[in-house]
T-cell receptor, first 113, second 112 residues
Framework: GNSVTQMEGPVTLSEEAFLTINCTYT??????LFWYVQYPGEGLQLLLK?????DKGSNKGFEATYRKETTSFHLEKGSVQVSDSAVYFC????????????FGKGTKLTVNP | EAGVTQSPTHLIKTRGQQVTLRCSPI?????VYWYQQALGLGLQFLLW???????NRGNFPPRFSGRQFPNYSSELNVNALELEDSALYLC???????????FGDGTRLSIL
Protein backbone atom coordinates (compact mmCIF):
# COMPACT_ATOMS: atom_id res chain seq x y z
CA GLY A 1 0.00 0.00 0.00
CA ASN A 2 0.89 3.68 -0.06
CA SER A 3 2.88 5.09 2.84
CA VAL A 4 5.04 8.00 3.92
CA THR A 5 7.96 7.82 6.32
CA GLN A 6 9.32 10.95 7.99
CA MET A 7 12.31 11.38 10.23
CA GLU A 8 11.41 11.12 13.88
CA GLY A 9 11.36 14.30 15.89
CA PRO A 10 11.51 16.42 17.75
CA VAL A 11 14.08 18.59 16.00
CA THR A 12 15.54 21.53 17.90
CA LEU A 13 17.61 24.17 16.11
CA SER A 14 19.00 27.61 16.77
CA GLU A 15 17.80 30.54 14.73
CA GLU A 16 19.52 30.81 11.31
CA ALA A 17 20.49 27.12 11.30
CA PHE A 18 19.99 24.91 8.25
CA LEU A 19 16.97 22.60 8.31
CA THR A 20 16.46 19.23 6.67
CA ILE A 21 13.48 16.99 7.38
CA ASN A 22 13.69 13.69 5.54
CA CYS A 23 10.68 12.14 3.85
CA THR A 24 10.49 8.97 1.79
CA TYR A 25 7.44 7.36 0.26
CA THR A 26 6.06 4.12 -1.12
CA UNK A 27 3.35 4.41 -3.73
CA UNK A 28 1.89 2.76 -6.77
CA UNK A 29 1.84 4.90 -9.87
CA UNK A 30 2.98 8.50 -9.84
CA UNK A 31 1.90 10.32 -6.70
CA UNK A 32 1.80 14.03 -6.02
CA LEU A 33 3.83 15.03 -2.97
CA PHE A 34 3.14 17.70 -0.38
CA TRP A 35 4.50 19.32 2.74
CA TYR A 36 1.98 20.68 5.21
CA VAL A 37 2.71 22.70 8.36
CA GLN A 38 0.63 22.77 11.55
CA TYR A 39 1.13 25.62 14.00
CA PRO A 40 -0.02 25.09 17.61
CA GLY A 41 -3.81 25.02 17.92
CA GLU A 42 -4.38 25.32 14.19
CA GLY A 43 -5.19 23.14 11.21
CA LEU A 44 -2.80 22.22 8.43
CA GLN A 45 -1.48 24.74 5.94
CA LEU A 46 -0.16 23.67 2.56
CA LEU A 47 3.51 24.66 2.49
CA LEU A 48 4.58 23.37 -0.92
CA LYS A 49 3.89 20.67 -3.48
CA UNK A 50 5.35 18.80 -6.44
CA UNK A 51 3.38 16.77 -8.92
CA UNK A 52 6.03 14.98 -11.00
CA UNK A 53 9.59 13.74 -10.84
CA UNK A 54 12.30 16.42 -10.55
CA ASP A 55 9.76 19.13 -9.74
CA LYS A 56 10.91 21.49 -7.00
CA GLY A 57 8.30 22.97 -4.71
CA SER A 58 9.16 26.14 -2.82
CA ASN A 59 7.49 28.60 -0.47
CA LYS A 60 8.57 30.95 2.34
CA GLY A 61 12.21 29.89 1.96
CA PHE A 62 11.38 26.18 2.19
CA GLU A 63 12.19 23.84 -0.70
CA ALA A 64 11.68 20.17 -1.57
CA THR A 65 12.54 18.24 -4.73
CA TYR A 66 10.56 15.22 -5.96
CA ARG A 67 13.17 12.48 -6.40
CA LYS A 68 11.65 9.43 -8.08
CA GLU A 69 14.91 7.45 -8.09
CA THR A 70 15.20 7.66 -4.31
CA THR A 71 11.43 7.99 -3.63
CA SER A 72 12.16 11.03 -1.50
CA PHE A 73 10.84 14.54 -0.92
CA HIS A 74 13.09 16.06 1.74
CA LEU A 75 12.20 19.49 3.13
CA GLU A 76 14.99 22.07 3.44
CA LYS A 77 15.40 25.65 4.57
CA GLY A 78 18.65 27.54 4.61
CA SER A 79 18.03 29.70 7.67
CA VAL A 80 15.20 28.94 10.09
CA GLN A 81 13.40 31.48 12.24
CA VAL A 82 11.65 31.16 15.61
CA SER A 83 8.36 31.59 13.73
CA ASP A 84 9.05 28.34 11.81
CA SER A 85 8.45 26.34 15.00
CA ALA A 86 5.62 23.96 14.13
CA VAL A 87 4.87 20.36 13.16
CA TYR A 88 5.67 19.47 9.55
CA PHE A 89 3.86 16.70 7.68
CA CYS A 90 4.92 15.05 4.45
CA UNK A 91 2.03 13.63 2.42
CA UNK A 92 1.23 11.98 -0.86
CA UNK A 93 -1.84 11.79 -3.04
CA UNK A 94 -2.18 9.03 -5.57
CA UNK A 95 -3.68 9.43 -9.01
CA UNK A 96 -6.67 7.49 -10.17
CA UNK A 97 -9.38 9.21 -8.22
CA UNK A 98 -8.76 7.94 -4.71
CA UNK A 99 -8.09 11.52 -3.63
CA UNK A 100 -7.04 10.77 -0.10
CA UNK A 101 -3.88 12.20 1.37
CA UNK A 102 -1.57 9.72 3.07
CA PHE A 103 0.46 11.48 5.76
CA GLY A 104 3.67 10.82 7.56
CA LYS A 105 3.60 10.96 11.35
CA GLY A 106 4.85 14.54 11.47
CA THR A 107 8.08 16.12 12.69
CA LYS A 108 7.98 18.72 15.44
CA LEU A 109 10.44 21.56 14.90
CA THR A 110 11.44 23.98 17.64
CA VAL A 111 13.64 26.93 16.78
CA ASN A 112 15.30 28.74 19.66
CA PRO A 113 16.44 32.38 19.50
CA GLU B 1 -10.80 34.85 0.39
CA ALA B 2 -12.30 33.02 3.35
CA GLY B 3 -10.69 29.70 4.14
CA VAL B 4 -12.27 26.44 5.17
CA THR B 5 -14.42 27.03 8.25
CA GLN B 6 -15.37 24.38 10.76
CA SER B 7 -17.79 24.42 13.66
CA PRO B 8 -17.81 24.02 16.54
CA THR B 9 -14.18 24.53 17.52
CA HIS B 10 -14.46 22.38 20.64
CA LEU B 11 -16.96 19.79 21.76
CA ILE B 12 -17.27 17.59 24.82
CA LYS B 13 -19.47 14.50 24.71
CA THR B 14 -19.93 11.31 26.70
CA ARG B 15 -19.72 7.72 25.55
CA GLY B 16 -22.71 6.54 23.54
CA GLN B 17 -23.78 10.01 22.43
CA GLN B 18 -23.96 11.25 18.85
CA VAL B 19 -22.20 14.28 17.37
CA THR B 20 -22.39 16.35 14.18
CA LEU B 21 -19.47 18.40 12.93
CA ARG B 22 -19.82 21.00 10.19
CA CYS B 23 -17.57 22.28 7.44
CA SER B 24 -17.85 25.06 4.89
CA PRO B 25 -15.39 24.81 2.00
CA ILE B 26 -13.56 27.61 0.27
CA UNK B 27 -15.83 29.35 -2.21
CA UNK B 28 -15.69 27.54 -5.55
CA UNK B 29 -14.37 24.28 -4.08
CA UNK B 30 -16.56 21.27 -4.79
CA UNK B 31 -14.64 18.53 -2.97
CA VAL B 32 -14.64 18.13 0.80
CA TYR B 33 -12.50 15.73 2.81
CA TRP B 34 -12.57 14.67 6.45
CA TYR B 35 -9.56 13.49 8.46
CA GLN B 36 -9.09 12.36 12.04
CA GLN B 37 -5.98 13.40 13.96
CA ALA B 38 -5.87 11.28 17.07
CA LEU B 39 -3.02 11.28 19.57
CA GLY B 40 -0.50 8.64 18.63
CA LEU B 41 -2.29 7.65 15.42
CA GLY B 42 -1.45 10.58 13.17
CA LEU B 43 -3.69 11.89 10.43
CA GLN B 44 -6.13 9.33 9.06
CA PHE B 45 -8.38 9.82 6.03
CA LEU B 46 -12.07 9.46 6.84
CA LEU B 47 -14.26 10.52 3.91
CA TRP B 48 -14.24 12.32 0.57
CA UNK B 49 -17.27 14.03 -0.94
CA UNK B 50 -17.48 15.53 -4.39
CA UNK B 51 -20.54 17.05 -6.04
CA UNK B 52 -22.75 15.72 -3.29
CA UNK B 53 -21.59 12.11 -3.55
CA UNK B 54 -19.38 10.02 -1.27
CA UNK B 55 -16.38 9.13 -3.44
CA ASN B 56 -14.05 7.35 -1.03
CA ARG B 57 -14.02 6.16 2.54
CA GLY B 58 -11.20 5.37 4.93
CA ASN B 59 -10.92 2.42 7.25
CA PHE B 60 -13.48 3.57 9.83
CA PRO B 61 -16.62 1.83 11.13
CA PRO B 62 -20.06 2.67 9.70
CA ARG B 63 -20.94 4.81 12.73
CA PHE B 64 -18.81 7.46 11.03
CA SER B 65 -20.90 8.94 8.24
CA GLY B 66 -21.50 12.23 6.53
CA ARG B 67 -23.01 14.09 3.67
CA GLN B 68 -22.43 17.01 1.36
CA PHE B 69 -25.09 19.59 0.66
CA PRO B 70 -25.93 21.34 -2.63
CA ASN B 71 -23.90 24.37 -1.49
CA TYR B 72 -20.91 21.98 -1.03
CA SER B 73 -20.82 22.34 2.74
CA SER B 74 -20.54 19.08 4.62
CA GLU B 75 -21.41 17.36 7.88
CA LEU B 76 -19.62 14.55 9.65
CA ASN B 77 -21.77 12.45 11.97
CA VAL B 78 -20.42 10.06 14.55
CA ASN B 79 -22.84 7.76 16.39
CA ALA B 80 -22.35 5.74 19.55
CA LEU B 81 -19.27 7.71 20.56
CA GLU B 82 -16.36 5.80 22.08
CA LEU B 83 -13.46 7.08 24.14
CA GLU B 84 -11.05 6.51 21.25
CA ASP B 85 -13.04 8.93 19.09
CA SER B 86 -11.40 11.76 21.01
CA ALA B 87 -9.41 13.61 18.37
CA LEU B 88 -9.05 16.69 16.23
CA TYR B 89 -11.32 16.35 13.19
CA LEU B 90 -10.03 18.24 10.19
CA CYS B 91 -11.98 19.21 7.11
CA UNK B 92 -10.31 20.11 3.84
CA UNK B 93 -11.58 21.30 0.49
CA UNK B 94 -10.24 21.41 -3.04
CA UNK B 95 -11.24 22.53 -6.50
CA UNK B 96 -11.59 18.89 -7.52
CA UNK B 97 -9.65 15.82 -8.47
CA UNK B 98 -5.85 16.17 -8.33
CA UNK B 99 -6.03 19.65 -6.79
CA UNK B 100 -4.32 20.56 -3.48
CA UNK B 101 -6.39 20.22 -0.32
CA UNK B 102 -6.76 23.23 1.97
CA PHE B 103 -7.55 22.59 5.62
CA GLY B 104 -9.66 24.25 8.27
CA ASP B 105 -8.57 24.65 11.89
CA GLY B 106 -10.51 21.60 12.99
CA THR B 107 -13.00 20.59 15.65
CA ARG B 108 -11.52 19.15 18.82
CA LEU B 109 -13.79 16.42 20.13
CA SER B 110 -13.32 15.12 23.65
CA ILE B 111 -15.18 12.04 24.88
CA LEU B 112 -15.59 11.63 28.64
Amino acid sequence: GNSVTQMEGPVTLSEEAFLTINCTYTATGYPSLFWYVQYPGEGLQLLLKATKADDKGSNKGFEATYRKETTSFHLEKGSVQVSDSAVYFCALSTQGGSEKLVFGKGTKLTVNP
Amino acid sequence: EAGVTQSPTHLIKTRGQQVTLRCSPISGHTSVYWYQQALGLGLQFLLWYDEGEERNRGNFPPRFSGRQFPNYSSELNVNALELEDSALYLCASSLGVNQPQHFGDGTRLSIL
